[in-house]
């Protein structure tokens, strides 16, 4: 009898102490499931130039606070400014990241983000507006304080110097100073910019003065330029660029000397295996649509900053 005591003695025993540690170990998980409840701080914000040429690339550089979960996502917008100083929030370019994605969570530090911008968006000035998501969903939004107003000639300029982005999210005091806004053109002096389906398109070509630059934008779904385009700056000084960010048709109206018709600009970029062209390195093979003999001479442009970012290369590389 005293055996069986002992045996069951012993039984309860270990009841308890798994019991105990099984409590204790959930209440650990509970309360470490929510011991960070700051959220990230935004300390600068840097722009590595104040001027692009679209389409260009601009890196921004976060210098964040953050040392418990560490943050998780990053959004960066630059939103477009009108000329009379409003922001428009869905005119804009904007970078992502995700921990668990493009890499780990980060850390105090800075951390810098490249952002390709398009020649579709409208050449202007541009302002950042950052968000910032740690491990526990704490979030922090910083966008200015002040919107930016045109002076005497026309230009944007800050009402208060240096530039302070605000914490939405927190306190009146939790701000941080960017250096520059960013203003973004054309590298070419456009008379007008319309998409490729735009039904005034063809007008609006015709009644272009002579010497003028129109930029056309297309797209990976509507990308046929019809013959009528290449008939409305035949024999002129007219100059038509088609652009669709990573490559850029450029047709002098003078060039157009042979035949008209329709042109479909589709381009298609792609890294492959160098090997089938001699090359131990990995290369960019441009295929173009079939389009047999042009209207005329055409000059084909890629933006190498654009291209660079866009498939994020880190050596030279090599197109065929």
Not at 13 to 25: G, P
Not at 52 to 61: D, E, F, K, S
Not at 118 to 144: F, H, M, W
Request: charged share 20%; aromatic share 10%.
């Amino acid at each position: 009898m005293k055996q069986i005591k002992r045996y069951l003695w012993g039984i309860l025993s270990m009841m308890f102490v798994c019991w105990v540690f099984l409590n204790t170990h959930m209440i650990h998980e509970v309360q470490a499931s929510g011991y960070d409840t700051t959220a990230p701080k935004l300390n600068g914000v840097t722009l590595d130039k104040a001027e692009i040429i679209l389409p260009g690339v601009v890196n921004v550089t976060l210098d964040i606070t953050e040392e418990e979960t560490g943050v998780e996502s990053v959004f960066i917008q630059l939103n477009y400014v009108k000329e009379n100083g409003e922001w428009v929030n869905n005119v804009c370019r904007m970078v992502q990241y995700t921990s668990g994605v493009d890499g780990g969570a980060l850390f105090t530090g800075k951390h810098t983000f490249s952002i390709a911008m398009p020649s579709k968006i409208p050449a202007g000035t541009y302002v950042v507006y950052v968000s910032l998501n740690d491990g526990q969903q704490n979030r922090a939004e910083y966008c200015g304080v002040e919107e930016p107003h045109g002076d005497e000639q026309g230009n944007i300029v800050s009402v208060g110097r240096p530039l302070i982005l605000q914490n939405v999210n927190g306190k009146e005091d939790d701000r941080c100073p960017l250096n520059t806004f960013l203003t973004a053109k054309s590298e070419f002096d456009v008379a007008f910019q319309n998409g490729i389906e735009n039904p005034k398109l063809y007008d609006n070509l015709k009644q272009m003065n002579n010497n003028a630059t129109a930029m056309v934008n297309y797209t990976t779904s509507s990308h046929i330029a019809p013959e009528q385009f290449f008939e409305a700056i035949k024999q002129t000084g007219k100059t038509l660029v088609f652009s669709d960010n990573e490559v850029q048709w450029v047709f002098r109206g003078n060039d157009i000397i042979n035949p008209l018709k329709a042109v479909d600009l589709s381009v298609k970029i792609r890294e492959v295996d160098g090997s089938v062209y001699g090359n131990d390195n990995r290369v960019l093979q441009l295929d173009f649509a079939e389009n047999g003999l042009l209207p005329g001479k055409a000059r084909i442009r890629l933006k190498s900053d654009y291209i660079y970012t866009l498939f994020s290369l880190k050596e030279p590389v090599r197109l065929y």
